[in-house]
């Protein structure tokens, strides 16, 4: 395929402008819901980059004023979100234009959300129906603008920050934090750093897989989950070796969407593990999901052996079988450099008890396919720190 032929309009699972060069219809795309003042919201390392300097200036002159915040950390906390709304309402704005990865996206999700609420924004964290007491009027527009293909922030209804008091991750949920329209264009993923590029991809795939291997009856996330481990297994090392190649970028910025709409059907242990990780050891996401990941699948094969055979017939893996899966997921991280274990990113046993309960608490251990509890979890821990898949 060309680049040309990665292109598309689609309504789902929102409306999205798919393609390159597509960035040029963000004015028009903030004006159709409703923005007359749009605030961008991204992380300070892309603020800094041409990219949003060119949409700022493009917006202007469509008539379109825009301010930018950029003060969010790697791993979003609480008063992140603070200092942007205190942004959104001293500048009178009417909208929020979520541009970056995952960091700049959740945040500004949130910032939107939390625009014109009375709670704190840690009463809508994602259990039970907290949702419903926020109030839908008091939610901003949204219009996002992923810069990595990774999280799939941008096709998501919740968005992921830290409690700085307790150091944990909090998913906060609302329907209505899914973007009124995303513009995907592959060309503003061009610059991303081959490491970069590395984790955020098997970010994507850890979207597809678990939500793949989640139990439950949800096949039209099952397909989408394979159709995207499909692009990141022909796509994402040639991103990452090539990153100018445009058909790979459009593949990889298409799997991460997938990735996030798959995982309706739900998560696992490797977002479980991953979260307080991320929390206590501010490692990156999707680097720490593909590091625990062979580890979880080998915790999970008595549940998924099956599953993964499938999957290996699907991907036109030769002896399809659990195996064949497992082995390509060591090939591909060797390949495109992701570390081996947890103990290479920083990580110990001195707070492994903890990071093992944070892990039982956090609502993606639910969707194990496997049951687990604090004790399992931390089965896992060890062996992600020690390197040991048998």
């Not at 301010?67 to 609480?78: E, Q, T, W």
């Not at 009124?180 to 897989?209: K, Q």
């Not at 990735?259 to 990156?284: E, M, N, R």
Request: with cysteine; glycine share 10%.
């Amino acid at each position: 395929m060309s680049a040309d032929e990665f292109r598309g309009n689609w309504s789902f699972p929102t409306q999205m402008r798919f393609g390159a060069g597509r960035i040029a219809e963000l004015a028009r795309a903030c004006k159709s819901v409703g923005m007359s003042r749009p605030l961008l919201v991204t992380d300070p390392g892309v603020a800094k980059l041409p990219m949003v300097q060119a949409a700022v200036t493009a917006n202007e002159a469509d008539g379109l004023p825009t301010a930018v915040f950029s003060d969010i950390k790697p791993n979003p906390v609480g008063q992140n979100i603070e200092d942007g709304l205190a942004a959104y309402r001293d500048g009178k704005h009417d909208g929020v234009i979520a541009f970056g990865g995952g960091s700049g996206l959740d945040a500004a999700k949130i910032i939107a959300f939390m625009a014109g609420q009375k709670r704190s924004v840690w009463e809508f964290e994602d259990r039970g129906d907290n949702w419903k007491a926020a109030d839908p009027n008091g939610i901003a527009p949204i219009v996002a603008v992923p810069t990595t293909a990774g999280t799939g922030s941008e096709v998501g209804r919740a968005g992921v920050i830290v409690d700085e008091t307790t150091h944990t991750k909090k998913i906060i949920f609302h329907p209505k934090m899914l973007p009124a329209i995303v513009i995907s264009d592959p060309e503003l993923t061009v610059g991303l750093p081959p490491h970069i590029t590395a984790a955020t991809g098997m970010d994507a795939l850890a979207h597809c897989l678990e939500a793949y291997c989640a139990p439950g009856f949800h096949p039209m996330a099952e397909g989408i989950g394979v159709e995207g481990m499909r692009l990141v297994k022909n796509w994402l090392p040639t991103a990452v070796s090539d990153g100018k190649n445009l058909e790979a970028r459009a593949a990889m910025l298409a799997a991460a969407s997938m990735g996030a709409t798959a995982f309706q059907k739900g998560l696992g242990a490797i977002h479980a593990l991953s979260h307080p990780v991320g929390a206590v050891y501010d490692t990156h996401h999707g680097l720490t999901n593909a590091v625990v990941m062979p580890y979880v699948l080998a915790f999970n094969r008595p549940a998924i052996d099956g599953k993964l055979t499938r999957l290996a017939a699907w991907l036109d893996m030769p002896n399809p079988g659990f195996d064949a899966i497992m082995n390509w997921v060591m090939k591909l991280r060797k390949e495109i450099g992701i570390p081996h274990t947890l103990a290479d990113l920083g990580v110990d046993t001195a707070r492994l008890d903890e990071l093992s309960q944070m892990a039982a608490e956090d609502p993606t251990a639910s969707g194990n396919p496997v049951p687990v509890g604090a004790a399992e979890l931390k089965t896992m821990f060890v062996a992600a720190i020690e390197g040991k898949l048998s």
